[in-house]
């Protein structure tokens, strides 16, 4: 449960590292659609970036996107 995280900044990134996906709320729950200036992104690997600023830790990752 992470009713107590009040701030923290989600960013989703291609391979070379241009950042295509940028939420700071975390109660907005539209999420990324897998899409970049309204065009579908290709089924492949992408990396996150989760800053949560109440602890000020950064965790990362990726993920394949599959269409």
């Not at 999420?31 to 290709?42: F, H, K």
């Amino acid at each position: 449960d992470l009713d107590y995280i009040q701030e923290m900044e989600i960013n989703i990134y291609d391979r070379w590292g241009k950042k295509l996906f940028e939420i700071e709320d975390y109660n907005d729950e539209t999420g990324w659609d897998g899409t970049y200036n309204g065009y579908d992104m290709p089924s492949t690997d992408y990396w996150y970036q989760i800053e949560v600023r109440e602890i000020d830790r950064f965790y990362t990752g990726h993920f394949t996107l599959i269409r």
